[in-house]
Structures are given as structure tokens and as C-alpha cells.
């Protein structure tokens, strides 16, 4: 059974686990104020031993198994099996999660980390990806919602310059 999507338990189940990662996505845009509707949950992951094998245990933690698979698939959930590849959709008792280890457009988790910013969810810090690396990320990757999407963040970036300056 799967429960309510709920991006917030994701987040905290990785917390819990003690996961190296930056939120990217439009859930990260949401956390800027983007009204764009997303129903995922994506993540940058450091790519340390050490990290991979937190990460594979919040995954079994959180029922993950892969999404977008047309037929079974003998699939590992341990830290050498995310060694292996970069890019892992999961569908989990939560709702469904992205981790990518170098999102388009990037080098990856030190390159966003290095500009992320720490956001207050109330009972959990989270670091989320620039919103200017948001951009980069859509522009990169291409395909019509994602820059669909950079118009969107642009106009919001904006409008958050500004304020900031006034």
C-alpha cells in the first residue's frame, strides 16, 4: 500500500538516514515559491561509499523500488548497485523519487552544493540547489515542460532579485 504522496517524509527519511544530497527539481522550486506542480521528488547524492550505502538503506527504508520498468527487473537496492549507474527513478511508499548523480547541465552534487542554500522546513534543514542552478539544470536537460519551466524560474528568479534589492 502506498501512502499520499508526501515530499516532506521523503526528505526526512534521507535526513534520518544522514544522506549528502541537494534538492533539485520542481519541488526545489516550489520551496522558491513556483506554482509549477510536481509529483516527485528529485535529488542530487554525493557519490561517496559512505553516502551510497546511507542512501540505499533510506531507500529500503522507504519501500523504493524502480520505476518506468516494463517487466521485473533483478535489481540490488545496495550502495555498488548506485555505484553502477547515475540516474535511478524509484517509486516509493511516498510517492515517487528521482536521484541523479550529475544532473544535466552540472557536475554535480559539489558543484550545486557549493551554491545551495539552506532552507528551514520547520523540523528539518534541507539544502536546495541554487535557483539559478534550477535554470541551468531545465535549460540543459531540454525537453518542452523543462523549459516551459526555465520561463517560469526566470520570471521568479526576478522577481525575487527584486525584492532582495528593495
Not at 549528502?20 to 554525493?46: K, P, Q, R
Not at 537496492?77 to 544535466?104: H, K, N, Q, S, Y
Amino acid at each position: 500500500m502506498t501512502d499520499p504522496f508526501d515530499p516532506l517524509r521523503i526528505l526526512r527519511t534521507l535526513n534520518a538516514y544522514e544522506v549528502d544530497y541537494v534538492l533539485v527539481g520542481g519541488f526545489a522550486g516550489n520551496l522558491y515559491g513556483s506554482a509549477l506542480i510536481t509529483w516527485d521528488v528529485d535529488i542530487c547524492y554525493e557519490r561517496s561509499t559512505e553516502n551510497m550505502e546511507r542512501l540505499s538503506e533510506a531507500l529500503v527504508d522507504l519501500g523504493a523500488e524502480l520505476r518506468g520498468v516494463d517487466e521485473p527487473v533483478l535489481f540490488r537496492l545496495e550502495a555498488a548497485t548506485l555505484a553502477a549507474g547515475d540516474l535511478f527513478t524509484f517509486t516509493t511508499r511516498l510517492g515517487p523519487l528521482d536521484i541523479l548523480g550529475v544532473p544535466a547541465g552540472t557536475e554535480g552534487f559539489d558543484d550545486l552544493r557549493s551554491a545551495a542554500v539552506a532552507m528551514d522546513l520547520g523540523d528539518m534543514d534541507v539544502w536546495v540547489a541554487d535557483l539559478q542552478d534550477l535554470i541551468r539544470m531545465k535549460r540543459a536537460a531540454g525537453r518542452s515542460q523543462d523549459l516551459a519551466a526555465v520561463e517560469h524560474l526566470g520570471a521568479l528568479a526576478d522577481v525575487i532579485d527584486g525584492i532582495e534589492e528593495g
